[in-house]
């Protein structure tokens, strides 16, 4: 008889939601402010563009929260905007999970299963660079592998902090569940060693210039008189001495 190596999907790890309700939480306090702001500027221009901009948006604020969570670096408000350049990608995984996962919303449980299934495609495209496709396929392998029931419950409380957060609230709400989702991710991935011990941040880069005194000598570099130039004097011989009146001068004439 044969022992099958490999372990069932319910003997696999689990994701640990106390640890990543700590990871987030450590990296929605130590950028509150980005993220606060970075997630009101998402929303307004979201709207203004009638959700064009929501996607890459939206990427930009999980990469402020990956990026402190993987290498500690602080997030700027700016960061909203770095995702620009993969502008199409984000608009189109924008666009796909809000229509697949709205149509199956009309079953109620298809939508959940579908946005928890879903949860970590622009987090796995965020931080691995990933297509669409491939992130989809990436994200449903961590959630099975990783504790399909924690997952769906971690989606619950995001969409219930999302409906409680309707408002002015949401403006708290919204960055947390990003970097609720961003710690689960790390969790989940087997990374939970960034969030027990997170990585330092950068030091800021020294400055280019400085202003630097003169240098002072020292009394063993000061000049002697042994080396001080001496002038030398001239002698009596090379003294010049007053011209005599030549008799050879005519005299003036009278």
Request: net charge negative.
């Amino acid at each position: 008889m044969t022992v099958d190596a490999t372990a069932p999907a319910l003997s696999r790890s689990r994701l640990d939601v106390g640890l990543t309700f700590k990871g987030a939480w450590n990296a929605f306090t130590a950028d509150i402010v980005a993220l606060i702001v970075g997630a009101l500027i998402a929303c307004l221009l979201s709207i203004v563009t009638i959700g064009i901009l929501a996607g890459p948006l939206a990427a930009g604020l999980y990469s402020m929260a990956v990026g402190r969570i993987r290498d500690g670096r602080p997030a700027r408000i700016g960061d909203v905007f770095s995702c620009m350049d993969r502008f199409w990608a984000f608009l189109w995984a924008g666009i796909v999970l809000v229509v697949l996962i709205g149509l199956a919303s009309l079953t109620v449980i298809g939508g959940v299963l579908l946005a928890t299934i879903w949860i970590y495609v622009f987090p796995f495209m965020v931080d691995r660079k990933m297509g669409l496709t491939d992130a989809m396929s990436a994200s449903y392998h961590q959630v099975v592998d990783n504790g399909f029931w924690e997952h769906l419950a971690l989606v619950v409380i995001v969409v219930a902090a999302g409906a409680v957060g309707n408002g002015w609230s949401a403006i708290f709400t919204t960055p947390f569940a990003i970097a609720l989702i961003a710690a689960a991710y790390f969790v989940s991935g087997g990374r939970e060693d960034l969030i027990e011990h997170p990585p330092t941040p950068p030091a800021p880069p020294a400055a280019t210039w400085q202003v630097t005194a003169p240098a002072v000598p020292t009394a063993s570099e000061a000049p002697t008189t042994a080396d001080a130039p001496t002038v030398a004097s001239p002698t009596a011989e090379e003294a010049p001495t007053a011209a005599a009146p030549s008799e050879e001068n005519p005299t003036a004439e009278t």
